[in-house]
């Protein structure tokens, strides 16, 4: 019984307006920081989590604006994990996100005003596209993809199994590596990948490791100088 009390007075707290979209830029900022790191989920993922559904009791929202969000959020994942294309799903998700958060607080008993919700659905929206555009090059598919279409438009070959004999092997950078490019090593143009700076052509490289079509390049300087 003791906890009702509390929640009511935590409920009335967060559905203020400048609360919601404090939480709501802050769910968003932690999402933003979580797609960016190498970590498939963490503490900062589950505080995202935290922050939207904390926003989202408080406002009693019915289950047609979550379950809009929720389609948006999988049009999004469809788009950089499975059928990455045009980016029709991706538009069609960024509609979807900012209806479920307008749909989200705008319904149920302690709803907000038209002005407020458009706001909130807004800033959570402008969230969601640059977290969108960030992630999208870490996108693994979308990696395979960018190496494939470099690799074809730079005549370069595109190995999905090179060896593990090939590392330490040493070339030198035909095109800008950034990261993606090609580099020459035996005579042969292979897609790689460099972790470090940008590197330009004519810089002499060594491979340093290969996981699956995955190959990644260091300058040869640099590793003298490490």
Known sequence: MGVLPWWSQAETFIAQPW??????????????????????????????????????????????GVAVLIGGVALLLIETHLLPGRGIAAFVGFGFVFGGIYLSLSDGPKHASNGFSLAAAATVTVFS?????????????WKQLGR????????AEFVPDLTQDWIGKRGQVATPLRPVGVVVIEGRQLTVVTEGDFLEPGVEVKITEIIGDR?????IAALVGA
């Open 148 to 155: 494939e279409l470099y690799a074809q438009s730079a005549g």
């Open 19 to 64: 609360v919601t979209i404090l939480l709501l830029v802050a769910a968003c900022l932690l999402l933003f920081h979580e797609m960016l790191t190498p970590l498939t989920w963490g503490l900062t993922g589950n505080l995202s989590v935290v922050c939207f559904a904390l926003v989202l009791l408080a406002h009693a929202v019915s289950g047609v």
């Open 129 to 141: 596209i640059v977290t969108f555009l960030a992630y999208l090059p870490k996108s693994p598919v």
């Open 215 to 219: 190959i990644v390049v260091d300058p």
